[in-house]
C-alpha cells in the first residue's frame, strides 16, 4: 500500500526534474589560437591568444534575421565560455573571430573565420555544454620552423 502511495509522488519528481533539465542554459567553449605557420588548423607551432574576441550569432534558418548576438573575450589560456539562456531549435549558431591583441597575429582567414555550433536540447546528450571547433588568426609572416613542421604533416608533396 506504502508503495502506491509513493507512485504519484514519483512521478511528479520525474516531472520536475525533466522540466529542470530542459530548462538548463547551454555553454558554449571554444579556443583561439595563432596559425603561426598559416596551415589553416592547429599545429604544434600554433600559440594560443588570451584577449582574443569572439562572438556567437544565431540566426533564423528561414530568413537569416538575427536572434541572439553576444561577444566574448578568451582567458590566459585562449579559452572563451558563452552562456546562453535558451535552446535556438530554429536558428543556425555561429561563433565567429572578432578581434585579436596581437598585432601580427589578426589576419581573420576567409572561410575559416567561424565554427558553428548546435543548440538545442537533444536526447541522449549528457549535458549542456557545446564544444566549437577551435579558431584560428593567420600570423602575418610564418615561422621559420613552418615549412620542416608541415613536412611532418606530409603536406605539399605529391608523390
Request: hydrophobic share 40%.
Amino acid at each position: 500500500m506504502a508503495k502506491l502511495q509513493l507512485l504519484p509522488l514519483l512521478a511528479a519528481l520525474c516531472l520536475a526534474l525533466a522540466g529542470v533539465a530542459t530548462a538548463r542554459k547551454f555553454e558554449v567553449q571554444g579556443r583561439v589560437y595563432c596559425d603561426t605557420c598559416r596551415a589553416g588548423f592547429e599545429t604544434s607551432a600554433s600559440q594560443y591568444i588570451a584577449g582574443a574576441k569572439v562572438r556567437l550569432e544565431c540566426r533564423h534558418f528561414e530568413n537569416g534575421e538575427l536572434e541572439y548576438n553576444v561577444e566574448a573575450t578568451t582567458d590566459g589560456s585562449g579559452y572563451y565560455k558563452i552562456g546562453v539562456e535558451h535552446s535556438h531549435d530554429e536558428d543556425i549558431c555561429e561563433v565567429i573571430l572578432v578581434e585579436s591583441p596581437l598585432a601580427g597575429c589578426s589576419e581573420i582567414p576567409d572561410g575559416r573565420d567561424r565554427a558553428r555550433v548546435l543548440l538545442t536540447h537533444i536526447s541522449g546528450l549528457a549535458n549542456n555544454i557545446r564544444y566549437a571547433n577551435s579558431l584560428g588568426f593567420l600570423k602575418a609572416t610564418p615561422l621559420p620552423q613552418c615549412g620542416a613542421l608541415l613536412q611532418q604533416y606530409a603536406l605539399g608533396v605529391d608523390d
